[in-house]
């Protein structure tokens, strides 16, 4: 079986080195960029099977690199990684997956194989604050 392909989207350089470096144990890193709009090009050329992306990033948040794929014709299934209360995310849409910086380490193998199922994946801090999805 191939490993899954997996884009890191994430501006903080000490971040994106640890998503990749967890993340390499059991994918298949295609690309890590720093921005949302490097995010796009590059989802829209390597077509990863998921992408892992900080939701504030500059040139483009990752929210809304994900509607311009979309807008595209991209579809895409996306982990978004995160240190934000899970209070001020609540009115984001409930279909997209949801994972905490504080649970990088012990979830986020486990985010990339759900989302690539198909399946929506919330770490302890969002179930804890919004139930299962």
């Given at each position: 079986?191939?490993?899954?392909?997996v884009l890191v989207a994430e501006?903080h350089d000490?971040?994106?080195?640890?998503?990749?470096?967890?993340?390499?144990?059991e994918f298949?890193v295609?690309?890590?960029?720093?921005?949302g709009?490097?995010l796009?090009?590059?989802?829209?050329?390597?077509?990863?099977?998921?992408?892992?992306s900080d939701?504030l990033?500059?040139?483009?948040?990752?929210?809304?690199?994900r509607?311009e794929?979309?807008?595209m014709?991209?579809e895409?299934?996306f982990?978004?990684?995160?240190?934000?209360d899970?209070?001020?995310?609540s009115?984001l849409?409930?279909t997209?997956?949801y994972?905490?910086?504080?649970?990088?380490?012990s979830?986020l193998?486990?985010s990339?194989?759900?989302v690539?199922?198909?399946e929506?994946?919330?770490?302890?801090?969002?179930?804890e604050m919004w139930g299962?999805?």
């Amino acid at each position: 079986m191939e490993k899954l392909r997996v884009l890191v989207a994430e501006d903080h350089d000490s971040v994106r080195g640890i998503l990749v470096s967890l993340l390499q144990s059991e994918f298949v890193v295609v690309a890590s960029v720093g921005d949302g709009e490097k995010l796009v090009k590059a989802a829209a050329l390597l077509r990863p099977d998921v992408i892992v992306s900080d939701i504030l990033m500059p040139r483009k948040d990752g929210l809304a690199a994900r509607a311009e794929l979309l807008s595209m014709g991209i579809e895409l299934p996306f982990v978004f990684v995160t240190m934000m209360d899970p209070h001020l995310l609540s009115p984001l849409p409930e279909t997209i997956s949801y994972i905490h910086k504080s649970d990088l380490i012990s979830e986020l193998n486990d985010s990339v194989r759900a989302v690539a199922r198909g399946e929506i994946y919330l770490s302890r801090l969002f179930r804890e604050m919004w139930g299962n999805p």
